[in-house]
């Protein structure tokens, strides 16, 4: 159905927030909409959209929840100040008391003392690259069509647009990802493919709320892919950090799982809040509480000096200023993007022909006709089978033998006479 399909729906994140606001499980909604766990799982990473019926139903589940949500949010009347709070939550979470504090519910407790406890550090210390999201936002909106008001803006290309968002994020971005992988080479190719990517999706990253985590999405994945230890030049160790603290810290990091450094990364180094954290790793917000926990104690057990997380905002931000890391020009990105593009486009296309001249040399040569097998004989009754001499015995060796030696000259010739 036509109608169906051009239901609006909010965006990915929004749709996650709505659903941790009425307390559900992804299974909870793919039982409500008809679909499975996974599939729930890929709408709010905004992998996939639902279509036809699917998204209809969807859209008013969501619409649902947000009714019910935005009373809940006006009764609280308005918010507690975050710096007022102590400052305990990811440092030091409450146990769990009472049988009601198990399962879930303990999960939910450690997530929002998470984010309660350092929404005012990570307001305080965010990163220089959310406030330039949001010049990235302004930028992308005004590279929307202009109406047909006097006083609007000139409509921008998307290879403006595309400029905009990469002046903007891509330095910012090549430093955190360097901080992610501990290689420098690395993570200016994570990032120049993750702009690649976006050029070649477009119309979807720039209609997108937050098209810098869009990338930093992108370039994440591809800098953490487990298939880049097999390629030769990335098994060699690269020069460390020139100080002593930062080789130190950078030490720390790497030896953390992934999934953690990368948790721990965008938490208290880009400055996200707990549930973006969570939406951007693909985990549930107490996980993503739980592993910042635990990377903030490993952090801790090797440099005590870090405990605070100020702290350690300060220190990830002055280590990724120190390496001189310059990511390539918007132009050779898009260029290098569009000649990538071609080449696997052309690749494709000759390996096409390859099929098919291969299929039609087959059809060529291939047999017209059924030639039929002949069968196999069989024995008629009252004739001998026809058989040849035997082999030779060696009785039959050796008379030949002694034959051969006594008539070594040959017998006299014989004459044929009259009587």
Known sequence: MTQGAATPLPPPKERRRLREAG???????????????????????????????????YAKFLAELASVAEPVLTSRGSAPDPAAQTPQGLDEPEPAQGPDATGPAQGTDVAEAARGADVAEAARGADVAEAARGAVVVELVSAAPATASSSAPPARTAAEAFDALYTHAAPFLVRQTYLLTGRRILAREAVERAFQQAWQNWPEVAVDPDPAGWVRAAAYEYAMSPWHGLRPGKRQPEAPPATAEDRELMGVLLELPPVYRRTLLLYDGVGLDLPETAAETEASTPAAANRILHAREAVAERLPDLAVPEQLHRRLTELAGAEPLEAPGSTVVRSGGERRTRFWTRAAVAFTVFIIGATALTVRVAPTHYEPVPAPGSPIAGVPPLTGPEPLTQADLELRDELRERLSGGPERLTPEAE
């Open 23 to 57: 307390s559900l499980t992804r299974d909870q909604v793919a039982e409500k909409v008809g679909v499975t766990r996974e599939t729930v799982r890929r709408w709010e990473a905004g992998r996939t959209n639902p279509k036809g019926l699917k998204r209809e139903t």
